[in-house]
């Protein structure tokens, strides 16, 4: 038995091993490339790590190429056109905007290269597959948690993530949409698009606390940029008096639900999302069937119902690194 072993190269996280028998031939190692807005980012951390899992059951390389923010889509356009260049199988974006990169992933496809979009997934109908949560619902969930915190009246401000991104507008439509219908006495008195970023949320919330004295609640698309609200609030004196939401569950949010400084958070399965993408991208990459939608459900976690979470599915292990 000879055993060949594909190591890292470039940084870039190449995985896989292949085993080869004497006597017996194997089909060639598919290369998955994968795009990512940001690795800083909880949630595209929990998503990688899904798909690096999944590829070593799968036996596929997985290049990860990291944009390195939200609003830097012409990075991920040079990082796509490279991974059209190396030829690979399959690619998976996350995109850091759906129509920048539109034209770049539509010509990998025109090349013969299928495209599976992941979370917010590029602005192209000729994609193979769209793996996402229910983000609509997860802004649903959000509204209907809000509005019971604050006895279905006040005025709250949405935190609602970075413009051109297809998860962050259905949550924020989401929870808009439901407050109108369940809680038309909540009124929103403030809506920042800014990117998935704490620090960015820090700053904007800062504002928030002199410009909105009797603000009640702050919607926040992420638990990353939740967390950034939660700070500037504290530094106030003020996060008695107003009711934070988020969504997502990485262990930052754990934390604030156990301290009683987040109300809830509506969770997509990160990790799940990751490893159903990479099964796709491989079943394409194979010339195999594939779903054309993978839509996981959104879920609520309080205090109350933390400890039950399957957390395997939601988010990466906290010793893993991308």
């Given at each position: 038995?000879?055993?060949?072993?594909?190591?890292?190269?470039?940084g870039?996280?190449?995985?896989?091993s292949?085993?080869?028998f004497?006597?017996?031939?194997?089909?060639?190692?598919k290369?998955?490339?994968?795009?990512?807005?940001?690795l800083?980012?909880?949630?595209?951390?929990?998503?990688?790590?899904?798909v690096?899992?999944?590829?070593?059951?799968?036996g596929?390389?997985?290049?990860k190429?990291?944009?390195?923010?939200?609003?830097n889509?012409?990075?991920q356009i040079?990082?796509?056109?490279?991974?059209?260049?190396?030829?690979v199988d399959?690619?998976?974006?996350?995109?850091?905007?759906?129509?920048?990169?539109?034209?770049i992933v539509?010509?990998?496809?025109?090349?013969?290269?299928?495209?599976?979009?992941?979370?917010?997934?590029?602005?192209?109908?000729?994609?193979?597959?769209?793996?996402?949560?229910?983000?609509?619902?997860?802004?649903?969930?959000?509204?209907?948690?809000?509005?019971?915190?604050?006895?279905?009246?006040g005025?709250?401000?949405m935190?609602?993530?970075p413009?051109?991104?297809?998860?962050?507008?259905?949550?924020?439509?989401?929870?808009?949409?439901?407050?109108?219908?369940?809680?038309?006495?909540i009124?929103v008195?403030a809506e920042?698009?800014l990117?998935d970023?704490?620090n960015?949320?820090?700053?904007?919330?800062?504002d928030?606390?002199?410009?909105?004295?009797?603000l009640?609640?702050?919607?926040?698309?992420?638990?990353?940029?939740?967390?950034?609200?939660?700070?500037?609030?504290?530094?106030?004196?003020?996060l008695?008096?107003?009711?934070?939401?988020?969504?997502?569950?990485?262990?930052?949010?754990?934390?604030l639900?156990?301290?009683?400084?987040?109300?809830?958070?509506?969770?997509q399965?990160?990790?799940?999302?990751?490893r159903?993408?990479?099964?796709?991208?491989?079943?394409?990459?194979?010339k195999?069937?594939?779903?054309?939608?993978?839509?996981?459900?959104?879920?609520?976690?309080?205090?109350?119902?933390?400890?039950?979470?399957?957390?395997?599915?939601?988010?990466?292990p906290?010793d893993y690194?991308?």
């Amino acid at each position: 038995m000879t055993k060949t072993t594909i190591s890292l190269i470039g940084g870039l996280g190449l995985l896989a091993s292949l085993t080869t028998f004497s006597g017996a031939t194997l089909a060639q190692e598919k290369t998955i490339g994968v795009a990512v807005p940001n690795l800083a980012s909880s949630f595209w951390i929990s998503a990688v790590y899904g798909v690096e899992d999944e590829a070593k059951k799968n036996g596929v390389k997985v290049l990860k190429l990291n944009a390195g923010g939200d609003a830097n889509s012409s990075q991920q356009i040079a990082q796509i056109q490279d991974l059209i260049q190396r030829k690979v199988d399959a690619i998976v974006v996350g995109a850091t905007n759906g129509d920048a990169v539109k034209a770049i992933v539509e010509q990998a496809i025109e090349r013969g290269i299928p495209v599976i979009g992941v979370s917010s997934p590029p602005s192209s109908t000729k994609l193979a597959s769209i793996v996402s949560a229910d983000h609509y619902d997860m802004g649903k969930l959000q509204a209907e948690c809000l509005a019971k915190a604050l006895g279905g009246k006040g005025n709250v401000a949405m935190m609602a993530g970075p413009t051109g991104q297809a998860w962050s507008d259905l949550r924020a439509k989401g929870f808009k949409e439901t407050l109108a219908k369940q809680a038309p006495a909540i009124k929103v008195v403030a809506e920042s698009r800014l990117a998935d970023n704490r620090n960015a949320a820090l700053t904007t919330a800062e504002d928030w606390t002199q410009r909105f004295p009797d603000l009640n609640g702050v919607y926040a698309a992420t638990d990353d940029m939740a967390a950034g609200v939660i700070s500037a609030y504290k530094s106030a004196g003020k996060l008695k008096g107003v009711k934070v939401s988020a969504s997502n569950l990485s262990p930052t949010a754990q934390q604030l639900l156990k301290d009683g400084e987040l109300v809830c958070t509506s969770i997509q399965q990160v990790v799940a999302q990751g490893r159903a993408a990479l099964k796709q991208a491989a079943a394409a990459a194979n010339k195999q069937p594939v779903q054309k939608e993978v839509v996981l459900p959104a879920l609520l976690v309080t205090t109350d119902n933390l400890a039950s979470v399957d957390m395997s599915s939601v988010v990466a292990p906290s010793d893993y690194r991308p």
